[in-house]
């Protein structure tokens, strides 16, 4: 039974995320919205499985839900450390630029997750990945600690990625 349902939706995860977001945005719970949420979380995923070359691997889900906690509060602290940075006096002003971290991660699902993470939080922009995938180039709004910004990258994300997709 389960191997059917498998054929039938490739990405089970993505179809439920598509359907949830679907009733979510429609904010509507009829029978068609129903329907509609099923045909495109079924859909969907089937037809763009040939853009997913390599299947992910998603385990621990309880470190990634740690991990989406953990992004949303460092959202919210970096919003007031850019907002200070930003109306600080001309002498306070941080010194922004671009600092490189060594990954040790190299899961391409776990680097997507990570590059999305690096252009949420405030104050970091993903600039470039080497080739080889062992650096990632990273802009801080303040490099005034840019070791301890490094080690908070590698600790507070890219770790919790490793678990999670390697």
Request: with cysteine; net charge neutral; aromatic share 8%.
């Amino acid at each position: 039974m389960i191997k059917g349902l498998s054929g039938l939706f490739p990405a089970p995860i993505l179809s439920l995320a598509l359907m949830a977001l679907w009733l979510l945005l429609n904010d509507a719970l009829g029978l068609g919205q129903w329907l509609i949420a099923l045909l495109l979380g079924w859909l969907v995923p089937l037809l763009t499985q040939s853009l997913r070359p390599t299947p992910v691997r998603f385990s621990h889900p309880d470190v990634a839900l740690r991990l989406f906690f953990q992004v949303g509060h460092d959202m919210l602290v970096w919003n007031w450390r850019v907002l200070r940075g930003t109306l600080a006096r001309a002498d306070r002003v941080p010194q922004s630029g671009f600092v490189v971290v060594p990954l040790d991660l190299r899961d391409p699902s776990g680097l997507a997750v990570l590059a999305a993470i690096m252009c949420v939080i405030p104050g970091t922009i993903w600039a470039e990945l080497a080739l080889d995938r062992s650096a990632l180039l990273v802009h801080l709004f303040d490099v005034a600690h840019a070791e301890a910004e490094v080690a908070l990258i590698k600790n507070r994300y890219e770790k919790p990625l490793m678990e999670i997709f390697e």
